[in-house]
């Protein structure tokens, strides 16, 4: 029998009885910088586990990143730190529904708001690690001046604040460093914050003996975060309050795979027992591998289905993958072009790239071509342009299927401004609206005009975008047959019947 919503009481340790009541005598282990979706659908989750199985035996304190986190930290609050998180997908072909409530935080404080207590957690003697993500931008070092009471609002800059705290009142002990484990997307994620940290150091003339066990009795290590995380299920919030008995404003949604690769030391696990917890995270010795498969793999499958996808009128990622013609065209990618042109073994290779498209037929996630089609050229810059070129290399001829995407892609950019925004049509007509800077915008529009006139041919037209190093970092005119097969496949997509059979998908 379901409850009626007005009658549920918000989760927190009066209304529910949890198992994990013992982690408010755990000490504190961990200072998280981010109350946000993902960190409590990975890490904290992690944690948890390995509580469960008596491993890690520590607490998080958790703090906002932002002014902006505010809402959520208070949130937290009156939760007592509680939140339920639901891991739903397929797991090696089988759906898996998961929910549990996760009790890991027995602090949660706003830096804003309560600057001297942010302070003091560096001195709590069982702090060993700083785990962060404030996305991408939040690792940036902002001059910021150091005025003493007054808080620090860029994550770099406070965290050196609470660094330089922490080395005053142990004097400097060698055993009292911390290990940063930062969880942003971005590559050597460790080493940029490190370098940050070292700017403000040397802003604020901090000195010579702090730089020295920075240097030495801590730790910034480069790691890599792969896992889904949807965050909170706003179309099905009443169904799951009522099925819960309770209703929790911080519930959130996670696929099953999960995959943390940290580099450094294996004997680091010890410390941060994850893996001995059974948990997929490695350590290694060079996570370049890693990223390198999941840019070209993962985030380049998305790129090659986004621009063709929308072009037949396809919204999400899940119906690209279950579209049998789609669904063979990206496989064919990853088998035939994508791991071949990788330096790794193509059994691993191949298992991932298995797994990304499974991960991809999620039926509970919601991942919109729209949102992925942001910023599309610098994406296949990135994500697919190094498969061609090196697939070429290999082979001495293109990877058909990336050639065809590529030839989608600029299919994709034909479009014109209405009421400020870009709009493109579909192969059936339907608009959609391309999102990337004005620059290249205007290049393609004022190029595809051009060609629409007639005043460009179709070949002239490709070579005059494969020439444009300001969008390539080259010019691709260089790559024998790229503009020979890319104005074959565009003279189709513009003047032919368009159908995925048309296309050989």
């Known amino acids: 029998m379901h409850m009626n919503e007005g009658n549920l009481k918000r989760l927190n340790r009066n209304t529910q009885a949890v198992q994990s009541a013992q982690m408010l005598h755990y000490p504190i282990k961990v200072l998280q ?39 959520k930290i208070e949130e937290l609050k009156q939760q007592d730190g509680l939140y339920t998180l639901m891991m739903r997908g397929f797991h090696q072909g089988e759906v898996v529904e998961y929910t549990e409530i996760i009790s890991v935080f027995s602090k949660v404080i706003n830096p804003y708001e309560e600057w001297w207590g942010f302070l003091e957690m560096a001195e709590i003697p069982t702090l060993e690690f700083v785990v962060s993500n404030t996305t991408e931008a939040g690792l940036k070092y902002q001059p910021t001046p150091f005025v003493e009471g007054e808080p620090i609002e860029a994550f ?30 971005l590559e050597r994620n460790g080493d940029s914050l490190k370098q940050c940290v070292l700017k403000h150091c040397a802003e604020w003339e901090l000195p010579k003996s702090f730089i020295e066990w920075l240097e030495q009795d801590n730790l910034f290590l480069n790691s890599l975060v792969d896992r889904i995380v949807t ?15 309770y209703e929790d404003t911080l519930l959130t949604t996670a696929e099953a795979y999960h995959l943390w690769v940290i580099e450094g030391d294996q004997a680091l696990d010890k410390r941060l027992p994850l893996q001995q ?54 496989y064919q990618a990853i088998e035939k072009e994508i791991i071949p042109s990788l330096p790794y073994g193509k059994d691993e290779l191949l298992e991932y790239g298995e797994s990304v498209l499974e991960r991809f037929a999620n039926p509970f996630v919601q991942h919109f071509l729209s949102d992925i089609s942001l910023n599309s050229i610098s994406k296949f810059k990135v994500r697919l342009l190094p498969t061609l070129e090196d697939y070429h290399e290999r082979n001495g001829k293109l990877p058909a299927s990336i050639v065809r995407g590529f030839a989608g892609l600029l299919r994709f950019y034909k479009g014109e401004t209405v009421n400020g925004k870009y709009i493109g049509k579909s192969f059936g007509g339907k608009e959609y609206i391309i999102q990337d800077d004005l620059q290249v915008i205007g290049f393609f529009q004022d190029l595809w005009r051009l060609h629409d006139k007639k005043e460009v041919p179709t070949w002239q037209f490709i070579e005059a975008i494969l020439h444009n190093q300001q969008l390539w970092g080259k010019d691709l005119n260089t790559i024998p047959r790229l503009a020979e097969k890319l104005t074959n496949h565009l003279t189709e997509m513009i003047d032919g019947d368009i159908g995925p059979a048309k296309l050989n998908f």
């Open 156 to 185: 770099p800059g406070r965290l050196t604040a609470f660094l330089y705290r922490r080395y005053l009142h142990f004097q400097g002990d060698s055993e009292k460093g911390l290990i940063m484990l930062p969880c942003e997307l």
């Open 231 to 245: 965050g909170f299920p706003v179309k099905e919030s009443h169904e799951l309050f009522s099925s819960l008995g």
């Open 33 to 71: 910088i981010g109350e946000g979706n993902f960190l409590r659908g990975f890490f904290d989750w992690m944690i948890a586990e390995s509580n469960k199985q008596g491993h890690f035996k520590g607490s998080i304190a958790v703090t906002q990143p932002r002014p902006t986190g505010k809402r």
């Open 277 to 330: 917890s059974g948990l997929n995270v490695r350590w290694v010795k060079d996570l370049t591998p890693y990223q390198l498969r999941k840019v070209r793999i993962l985030n380049g499958l998305h790129t090659l289905m986004a621009p063709l996808g929308i072009l037949f009128g396809l919204k999400e990622v899940k119906q690209a993958t279950e579209h049998p013609d789609f669904h063979q065209f990206l």
